[in-house]
């Protein structure tokens, strides 16, 4: 009993240790992966200040282009009208005025055709005139942007004037495109891996989306769902892009800071899913070499209450054959088949048993019979068969079934003190006969009822704590059935029940 109250102070001193060690660990490595967590916080806070102030560039800079355009388009416009004062002017000094502005014009492309489209002059156009003679085709569709001005050149002859954007006008929508698909570019690649989303300002359409984990993706299928989802960890940013308008930046923490935040759980749970197969391991070993010490001990055992008792019974024999009586050779008798049964449980116990059907009603009237007459006559033993059966077959071992129901008798009398009520009640069900052994001792406390199958556990002084270990093996590994504390009260008795199956 020492030897399972030292094992049990030493397994709290372990648990206590690797609680310390978890502790100690857990702490440290949260505080290392806090401060990586805490340099990544401030690359994503960096990265969400960078996109600010890019779109805030962006706007600035489109605002800038917005407004060359608009200068640009005002100059297209006055030309147009220039061409349409000098078509319909009779005042000298206007034609000189509308002249001079035609011919400072060096950047807005213009078309001067009759009114079959044949081409009569061309300035800042980007096409050879030798070659190109009738306005048509893709040139045709480049200089219908804009209404053609007509005007009567001579008399009864009306000629036309096709113009549209100037090339910097053109180069500045092309900047301002670049610059938006651009600026989308560094916000999705980002070198902080932040997943991004950029929708419209309807939430409607993804415009653009990096880093974003593909199951994220499967997870919330419709644009708004996964937006709302960005939300609830970061608060999107509100940029405006020529293309698209208003737009929304959605984003939340890199994959890195998200897997920061659930390494220590993680660590924690492989150290001790190594220390649990570690565990189980070694509890095998120790359990397979315990298995080989009782094979060689029981081995042992019978080999040793062989020979003297071959013995004995020869002696008997000889005794017989003189015919000699005396009162005692019949108890002599029963006691040397009693040490035949003991060597051949021990016999039996160190190899693999036959399992033979028996009655388990006879087995259990056997024993009692048995043992009432080597036990107190204060003790009074009782069988309340349930099943209502005559008989009870089941596949066992007659030996070793017995020595498992003698060794919970001797117990239950020595917990009772030689004075109370022994009781076995057999019951059934279609897979297995139950048998509930019960005394009026004095009780195993809850915290036992485990160790009690122990070996080496004893509550005697003189006791080895080797008889319940063995009913527990008998039972459970030869039988593949189950023994076990039932109930147990101070001063109120146990219980312990044994499950064997039928079939």
Known sequence: MELYARKRRWKWLLLLAAFMIFGGTFIYTSHLVEKVRTEEQKNLRLWVDAVNRKAQMVSYTESFFRQIKEEERR??????????RLATSEDMADLTFFLDMIEKNKTIPVVLTDSHRNIQGAANVDFDLKKVKRLEGEILEQFSKYPPIPFEYLKGRTHYLYYTDSRLF???????????RSFIDEVVVNSASVPVLITDSLRSRILAQGNIDSVLLRQYPSVEALTDFLKSENEPIRITLSQYGTCYVFYRDSYLLTQLRYFPFVQLGIIGLFLMVAYFLFSTARRSEQNQVWVGMARETAHQLGTPMSSLMAWMELLKMEEVQHPAIPEIEKDIRRLETITERFSKIGSKPQLENNDVLKIINDSLEYLKTRTSRKVQYLVDNKTGKNSLPIPCNVHLLEWVIENLIKNAVDAMGGIGTFTVVIQEDPKHIILDFTDTG??????KHKTIFQ???TSKKRGWGLGLSLARRIVNDYHKGRIFVKNSQPGVGTTIRVILKKD
Request: no cysteine; hydrophobic share 35%.
């Open 442 to 447: 004095k009780g195993i406390p809850r915290s």
């Open 75 to 84: 100059r297209v416009e006055l030309l147009a009208g220039a061409y349409r």
């Open 170 to 180: 053109s180069e500045l929508q092309e900047v301002l495109n670049d610059l938006d």
């Open 455 to 457: 070996p080496g556990y």
